[in-house]
């Protein structure tokens, strides 16, 4: 949301009040190139620190969801703490500060669990619990595995159209995804958007395996020659361009069981190993990203063993690699206290959709399905909102 670098971030910023620059309160416009609209639409396209924001409507809102938070949590830094009223420069880069502390608790505490699940989560120390401090010799810089294949398991995720819900949450339209690309419509609408984001905190996610959505598969950036992108083709293609280390490589390096025919394959259907017999002549030639998307999910995850290997190390290594991360012990003014810190934990994704987009219910774990004993829906004003004035 901030960018990656200078430049990008001072033209996100406003020149007071610590604030990120919006339209409508929304991302602000962004050059018309960057989205499909046609001349003449009242909508536009938007801007934000990362250019995918256009792509897909769920992005468009994770960002609006994240820039209004910002500005909610600059404004109260501006109520809270006297001493920041003064310096927009330092009012914005406090704000900052605790955001990426709390976009840090959500990813690590809410939604890595879910991929990974808990027995994955304490193999590779990821628990809140083990956390014991930064470590200079440990490299967070992103693996080549990671970013070329498994982290691309969401792709298999993606659903076929997306739902606006009424209060009701009964589903009152549908959109196909693949009318959605570069065509963030919906979200600059206060009810629309709303009627979205009730879709996206209730309905279940596709399951990842081999199938993927025609519309990333075949209709993605669908052009006026009917030619179009298929996502998974080239995520293996990507991998050989990289020049990913095999499938069967990657488990040895991951201390998993590994096979030397297709019928030992290790966690793969029957039907799936038939499949890739068909396609690679030897069980060394598989690529990452075609085997780890086959394999059945570790306990309580939702990816295989080697997708939960790669990705574990890597938010091992985000976590305990990063002298900025929000857990550190304080040792200087960069580190949070134990009072902040705990303030960022109560902080939830849940509380942060409530106060931007004026819900009234929601349950406490938006990343899961509500369930009247589980999880259950309850009152917004009931989740607990970030506590600015231990941070003054």
Do not use: W
């Amino acid at each position: 949301m901030y960018g990656s670098s200078h430049m990008e971030i001072s033209e996100l910023r406003t020149a007071g009040g610590g604030l990120l620059q919006t339209h409508n309160n929304l991302p602000p416009v962004g050059p018309p190139d960057t989205c499909d609209f046609t001349e003449g639409q009242p909508e536009h396209c938007l801007k934000a620190g990362d250019e995918r924001v256009n792509e897909i409507l769920n992005l468009a809102m994770m960002h609006t969801a994240f820039l209004r938070e910002h500005n909610r949590l600059a404004k109260k830094v501006a109520n809270s703490c006297r001493r920041y009223r003064r310096n927009n420069n330092r009012m914005f880069e406090e704000t900052r500060r605790i955001m990426i502390g709390v976009m840090q608790n959500i990813v690590f505490y809410e939604f890595l669990p879910k991929v990974l699940g808990r027995k994955m989560m304490r193999r590779n120390g990821l628990l809140e619990e083990q956390y014991r401090g930064y470590d200079e010799s440990v490299n967070p810089s992103i693996l080549n595995e990671f970013a070329t294949a498994a982290y691309r398991f969401g792709h298999s995720l993606v659903m076929d159209e997306f739902e606006f819900m009424t209060t009701d949450y009964s589903v009152e339209t549908t959109k196909h995804v693949s009318q959605t690309f570069f065509k963030p419509e919906e979200i600059q609408y206060t009810e629309q958007a709303k009627k979205l984001l009730r879709f996206l905190t209730t309905d279940r996610t596709f399951k990842m395996d081999r199938e993927f959505n025609p519309a990333i598969q075949d209709l993605l950036f669908l052009d006026q020659n009917h030619d179009s992108f298929d996502l998974p083709a080239a995520n293996t293609q990507r991998g050989r361009d990289h020049g990913l280390a095999p499938y069967m490589e990657i488990r040895r390096a991951c201390r998993l069981p590994t096979v030397t025919t297709f019928e030992n394959l290790y966690g793969i259907s029957e039907d799936d190993r038939a499949r890739l017999a068909s396609v690679y002549a030897h069980v060394d030639d598989i690529d990452l990203f075609v085997g780890g998307i086959l394999e059945e999910h570790v306990d309580g995850g939702i990816v295989g063993p080697t997708f939960a290997c790669i990705i574990g190390e890597q938010f091992r290594r985000l976590k305990v690699g990063d002298r900025y991360y929000f857990e550190r012990r304080k040792e200087s003014i960069r580190e949070f206290d134990r009072r902040q810190i705990a303030a960022i934990k109560e902080h939830s994704l849940a509380k942060i959709l409530c106060e931007n987009f004026d819900f009234q219910y929601i349950q406490r774990d938006v990343m899961k399905v509500p369930n009247c004993i589980s999880n259950p829906t309850q009152l917004c004003s009931q989740l607990p909102d970030l506590d600015m004035n231990v941070f003054c």
